[in-house]
């Protein structure tokens, strides 16, 4: 009796965690394209954050995965087939439209605001397609800013069309073998290409601690990381180890590091790297520290207390659009932070 009381406990935790679950994370088989919403609710497509689409998708599929699903992070949607559709009831903006088959609709993320602007979905994070995709049709994935990975399961790189991904954005996972078809394509060249499945971790260190042994106990080699989140205090092992070790890293956050000194040299020749997160409490920044991440993108923010930039800190960065001063403590720059370029950073002015 006490062992059927047990069970019968177990199963009712089981029942709940699993209802929590399933909200955030669902599978559906779409059995024919167009009928995705009769499959849930509104407040269930707006719970999910992690969905997997099987079966047969066509343009208004899409539109809804757009325009709905408030909280979508991540969509697999590699083993499903995409439908031609014909009319206007896709993610073509004011138009009727055709969509080729097995193609991501042009405008498949990216929304038509009601001020004539366009508006891609901020939630979007991770999209994992078909091996069958064709195409990546125009505007797609246009401004879903928070796009950090795109995997494509197709050895042929599939056409890129125009504003379709950024490459200042999204790091692109292909198969084993793959990458000189994807280099050699035309708008995939200036893209970071990375084979196999991204290495997601996040660490934290503690005082007796080191991200070597962190790693370990996860089961995970240096060299397979691509985005890592740290927390915790860094030392000059840590700092080693990035340097020396992670050539594959994507995106590093570093928030909140107590450290307060990016050692010389630590990010050189990165080139996979399209985005870093400074400590809360860094000081200065060692020389040639970012050297040669020639992907890196966007605007690099420096925390408040930033006092000194060493040289050549940002040699080669030629895709880094600025470097952003939110304090006024900075009393060292070094010569060269980037090399013959164009002096980067701005003063932020605080109002």
Same mark, same amino acid.
């Given at each position: 009796? @006490?062992?059927?009381?047990?069970?019968?406990?177990?199963?009712?935790?089981?029942?709940?965690? /699993?209802? %929590?679950?399933?909200?955030? @994370?669902?599978?559906?088989?779409?059995?024919?394209?167009?009928?995705?919403? =009769?499959?849930?609710?509104?407040?269930?497509?707006?719970?999910?954050?992690?969905?997997?689409?099987?079966?047969?998708?066509?343009?208004?599929?899409?539109?809804?995965?757009?325009?709905?699903?408030?909280?979508?992070?991540?969509?697999?949607?590699?083993?499903?087939?995409?439908?031609?559709?014909?009319?206007?009831?896709?993610?073509?903006?004011?138009?009727?439209?055709?969509?080729?088959?097995?193609?991501?609709?042009?405008?498949?993320?990216?929304?038509?605001?009601?001020?004539?602007?366009?508006? /891609?979905?901020?939630?979007? =994070?991770?999209?994992?397609?078909?091996? @069958?995709?064709?195409?990546?049709?125009?505007?797609?994935?246009?401004?879903?800013?928070?796009?950090?990975?795109?995997?494509?399961?197709?050895?042929?790189?599939?056409?890129?069309?125009?504003?379709?991904?950024?490459?200042?954005?999204?790091?692109?996972?292909?198969?084993?073998?793959?990458?000189?078809?994807?280099?050699? +394509?035309?708008?995939?060249?200036?893209?970071?290409?990375?084979?196999?499945?991204?290495?997601?971790?996040?660490?934290?260190?503690?005082?007796?601690?080191?991200?070597?042994?962190?790693?370990?106990?996860?089961?995970?080699?240096?060299?397979?990381?691509?985005?890592?989140?740290?927390?915790?205090?860094?030392?000059?092992?840590?700092?080693?180890?990035?340097?020396?070790?992670?050539?594959?890293?994507?995106?590093?956050?570093?928030?909140?590091?107590?450290?307060? %000194?990016?050692?010389?040299?630590?990010?050189?020749?990165?080139?996979?790297?399209?985005?870093?997160?400074?400590? @809360?409490?860094?000081?200065?920044?060692?020389?040639?520290?970012?050297?040669?991440?020639?992907?890196?993108?966007?605007?690099?923010?420096?925390?408040?207390?930033?006092?000194?930039?060493?040289?050549?800190?940002?040699?080669?960065?030629?895709?880094?659009?600025?470097?952003?001063?939110? /304090?006024?403590?900075?009393?060292?720059?070094?010569?060269?932070?980037?090399?013959?370029? =164009?002096? +980067?950073?701005?003063?932020?002015? +605080?109002?």
């Amino acid at each position: 009796m @006490k062992l059927r009381n047990i069970l019968l406990v177990a199963a009712s935790l089981c029942i709940t965690w /699993g209802g %929590a679950y399933a909200q955030k @994370k669902k599978t559906f088989y779409v059995p024919k394209a167009g009928t995705l919403v =009769e499959l849930l609710t509104e407040n269930e497509a707006n719970q999910i954050t992690h969905l997997t689409l099987q079966g047969k998708l066509n343009a208004i599929d899409f539109r809804h995965l757009r325009d709905e699903f408030t909280n979508l992070k991540v969509l697999d949607i590699s083993n499903a087939t995409i439908s031609m559709y014909t009319g206007k009831n896709g993610t073509y903006p004011d138009r009727i439209y055709v969509y080729p088959g097995n193609c991501i609709p042009a405008y498949a993320f990216c929304k038509k605001m009601s001020d004539g602007s366009f508006q /891609g979905k901020q939630t979007l =994070e991770r999209v994992i397609l078909s091996d @069958k995709t064709k195409n990546i049709e125009d505007a797609a994935f246009k401004g879903c800013t928070n796009l950090k990975i795109c995997q494509v399961r197709k050895k042929k790189a599939p056409n890129l069309l125009p504003e379709a991904l950024a490459d200042s954005i999204t790091a692109i996972f292909v198969p084993l073998g793959s990458t000189d078809s994807y280099r050699n +394509k035309e708008r995939w060249e200036n893209f970071s290409f990375i084979e196999g499945e991204p290495t997601i971790v996040s660490v934290e260190i503690g005082p007796m601690s080191s991200l070597a042994s962190e790693l370990m106990r996860k089961g995970i080699q240096p060299r397979d990381v691509n985005f890592l989140t740290i927390e915790g205090k860094m030392d000059e092992a840590d700092f080693k180890l990035l340097r020396d070790y992670m050539p594959n890293l994507v995106s590093v956050n570093m928030e909140n590091c107590t450290s307060t %000194a990016i050692p010389e040299y630590t990010f050189t020749q990165k080139k996979y790297m399209l985005d870093v997160t400074l400590p @809360k409490g860094l000081q200065t920044i060692g020389q040639r520290a970012f050297s040669g991440c020639t992907r890196l993108s966007g605007s690099l923010i420096l925390p408040a207390g930033v006092t000194a930039i060493e040289y050549g800190a940002f040699i080669g960065c030629d895709n880094l659009r600025h470097v952003v001063a939110t /304090g006024n403590k900075i009393t060292t720059l070094g010569d060269k932070l980037f090399g013959e370029s =164009e002096n +980067k950073i701005v003063y932020q002015t +605080k109002h």
